[in-house]
Every structure is written in C-alpha cells, then in structure tokens.
C-alpha cells in the first residue's frame, strides 16, 4: 500500500459488499485500517441529472455537439438532456454497443455509502465530507486527523494527507456528468496530487472500453495531453475555439425568459447577416435552474471566434444587468 500506482476494478465482474463497495476495496480498506493509515473516497453527488447507461456493458449516452454525458430526466416527460447545450433525445430503448434493452439510470447518494461502511467498519472512524456538512468545516483538520475512512464529493478533492494511502474513485462514470469538458483532465489531475502525496489510486467503473481509463493505467502524460487536445479540437473547445457561456439570472422567472428570448433572435440574426454556417449557438428553453432564489437560464457561443458575436452584443448586454458573461 506504500507504493503509488493506479489499478482499475470493473464492478460487472466482482462482488459487491454494499453500494459501491467492492470486494477488492473492502479488502484494502481492512488492510490500510489494519496499518493505522487512512483511505479517501470519492464520489460525485452533485450529479446534474441521472446517468443514463447500459447495464450490460455500462455504455453511457454523450451529446454529439459538446461531448458530454446527456442527464435522465423525467419531468415533463422521459428524456435524454444536454445541460450544457440543451440538446434533447427521446429515451433510446437498446445500446448501440452490445444490443442489450437492460437500460438503466444510476443513482446512490452518499448517505447510503456512508451507511453501509459504518456497518462495514464498525470499529472505523468515518466522517463524511460534502455540503450538507459543509457549514462544519471549522473542524476539518480535526477531522481529518482523527478519521480512519473519509468520503466525499468533489470537496474533499483539496484534502492532501500524507497518511492517505488509498484514494478511490468509488464510480469513475459519476464524475462523467458534470457538463463540463474539462473533467477528464479535473481527473486526472486528482490522480495525480494522489499519486504525489504516495497514494495508491483505485478506480472503480463499469466502463469496459475506455480510452481516457487506458491513458490513467498507463500514466503517460503525453498521451493524456494529446488525447486531450484531439477532443478540444474534435469539438471547438479552447484552445481552438472560444467557449461563452451568457447567464440571465433574476427574481422573475418572466424576465430571465424574456431577455433569453430577445438575446437569442439577435444572435440568430447576426448569424444569418454574417453567413456564420459554421457558427453554433445553444440556450435553455426549458430547464430551470434556481438559485439564491434567483432564476438562471444560459446561452452558450461556441465557434473558433466567438469574441466577435459577444463584441456585437455588448448593447444588449449593457442594456440588462441580469446578464453575466462567463469564458470556458
């Protein structure tokens, strides 16, 4: 357990102790427990949405625009949705890859992993580390020093111990739906600071075939960063193109609709006025995100030179201040 090095468990071909819990885990955290050292586990709750896969061979449906996992939604009605760019499917009922119907949307919270370690390690010290703690964080080192097994969400990602001789990633896939493009490389930076600090990183998936898992196993940062830029490249993210993101947040519901609506016909018509065939434009119609008890909805400009779309719109920008400009 001393030395650091990624090694992988597929969880369709081993047995699970509770959620998420493998057999091959439960036996490193007995052993780490055992040595009076200290395992990290990580886990993403703050999902956008359910993850949509197959249970068979754990093939997940990504957004072909943004090259980001689609979220399960079930309100109004059972789709597939891009939260990054809106995009929407109906509900597909087999997998592409091996044929199977046995579809499935994966959720467990965190609660009910600590759960099951505590019955697990009842003699452990466990604490768990996401925001419905987060107000307690004044103890954090107390905590963390005191503690023989720690789960968290992405919070507990800054937590560098050098006690910490196991880091897991207790489902690989969760960390997919964030809709952002540069999780991957979020990732595998968190290996990293692991591996730095000498621990052993476990990954656990049900991913059978997976290019970026490959690059991790083989720890070859070349390849990692030119996979990386194949992608950018593939999907007009920077260095490439220019990737904004505009926020219309207010109290009114109405308002934040209203000024979406009239931002989106202007970018439209200067799409049409320019002849930008290759420029692309995406907004929310339907979802709603609350927040602070302000209502947000986004509009995402994706092109090699989006900077002369924002330039042209800086009227109607300035015009409402409800509107914040984000660079991706």
Known sequence: MNSSYVSLINLSDTILQGA??????FTSIEEVIF?????????????????????????YWKCPFCDVAYSYHTHPKKTLICHQCNNTIDLPISCPECSSHNIVSKWIGIQ????????LFPTANIIRLDSDIKKEWGNLYWWIESADIIIGTDMANSIHNNNIVLTSFLLLESEFTIPDYRIEEKIYLQITSALKYGSHVLIQTYLKDSSFIDIC????????????????KKYW????????????????????????????????????????????????????????????????????????ILSLLQIEILRNRQVHIERR
């Open 20 to 25: 998420f819990i493998s057999r091959e885990l």
């Open 35 to 59: 040595s009076k050292k200290k395992v990290l586990l990580l886990y993403n709750k703050r999902w956008y949405g359910r993850l949509f896969s197959c249970n068979d061979c754990a093939y």
């Open 112 to 119: 009910q992993i600590f759960t099951d370690l505590v019955r």
């Open 217 to 232: 196993l083989e720890w070859n940062y070349k390849s990692f960063f030119q996979y990386c830029l194949q992608m950018r």
């Open 237 to 308: 993210y920077p260095p490439y193109g220019n990737l904004i993101h505009l926020f219309v947040q207010d109290k009114s519901q109405w308002i934040v609709k209203d000024i979406i609506w009239k931002l989106s016909n202007k970018i439209q018509s200067l799409q049409q006025e320019m002849q930008l065939n290759d420029f692309s434009f995406f907004y929310d119609r339907d979802i709603w995100d609350k927040r602070a008890n302000d209502w947000i909805q986004k509009i995402v400009l994706k092109w090699t030179d989006a900077e002369i």
